[in-house]
T-cell receptor, first 113, second 111 residues
Framework: EAQVTQNPRYLITVTGKKLTVTCSQNMNHEYMSWYRQDPGLGLRQIYYSMNVEVTDKGDVPEGYKVSRKEKRNFPLILESPSPNQTSLYFC????????????FGPGTRLTVL | KNEVEQSPQNLTAQEGEFITINCSYS?????LHWLQQHPGGGIVSLFMLSSGKKKHGRLIATINIQEKHSSLHITASHPRDSAVYIC?????????????FGEGTQLTVNP
């Protein structure tokens, strides 16, 4: 089954404790992206990747890191999480880029205390 | 100010009604996505269009790039259509590799 998976689905952590949210897709998509969703602000793009070893900032990259060492994986790293990073996070992938159908992961609800 | 505006923000309808959700954007774009977010949080892509109209089942999406406006229509609405509908313009000043999103329209269809 074609899908985008994220882990963990739910995470409660404390300020400053490094964490990684994994994202994996099995559709051989070149394009992968991370979004956060907050009430009243909607979805906002954090980072995106056009292909392996190619990443770029979205609208809200501060406090986040990403890497794209393999085509299927695009982990989101929070080196020192803060409470303002409490949010619902989505990973997405697409063949080619944003002009094609976007496939979203199930979401990761992160709470930083 | 968000460069993408959706209206209405909330919409309640009776089963069987015709639904229209609008999306306006302030910058030039070349295409637009319509997404559906289920009550459980999952997001699925409904349409990507750059001109004219697309139809899938009871859903119809239209776009006028020059007028900076797109609409999503649902014919014969059903309670299972209850979800948040989000538009996402592509290209232009938002950059060809990035998506900008409207805040979404919460649709509730009552039986």
């Amino acid at each position: 089954e074609a899908q985008v998976t994220q882990n963990p689905r739910y995470l409660i952590t404390v300020t400053g404790k490094k964490l990684t949210v994994t994202c994996s897709q099995n559709m051989n998509h070149e394009y992968m992206s991370w979004y956060r969703q907050d009430p009243g602000l909607g979805l906002r793009q954090i980072y995106y990747s056009m292909n392996v070893e190619v990443t770029d900032k979205g609208d809200v990259p501060e406090g986040y890191k990403v890497s794209r060492k393999e085509k299927r994986n695009f982990p989101l790293i929070l080196e020192s999480p803060s409470p303002n990073q409490t949010s619902l996070y989505f990973c997405a992938s697409a063949a080619g880029g944003v002009y094609n159908e976007q496939f979203f992961g199930p979401g990761t609800r992160l709470t930083v205390l | 100010k968000n460069e993408v505006e959706q209206s209405p923000q909330n919409l309640t309808a009776q089963e069987g009604e015709f639904i229209t959700i609008n999306c306006s954007y302030s910058v030039g774009i070349s295409a637009l996505h319509w997404l559906q977010q289920h009550p459980g949080g999952g997001i699925v892509s409904l349409f990507m269009l750059s001109s004219g109209k697309k139809k899938h089942g009871r859903l119809i999406a239209t776009i006028n790039i020059q007028e900076k406006h797109s609409s999503l229509h649902i014919t014969a609405s059903h309670p299972r259509d209850s979800a948040v509908y989000i538009c996402a313009p592509v290209g232009g000043e938002t950059s060809g590799s990035r998506l900008t999103f409207g805040e979404g329209t919460q649709l509730t269809v009552n039986p």
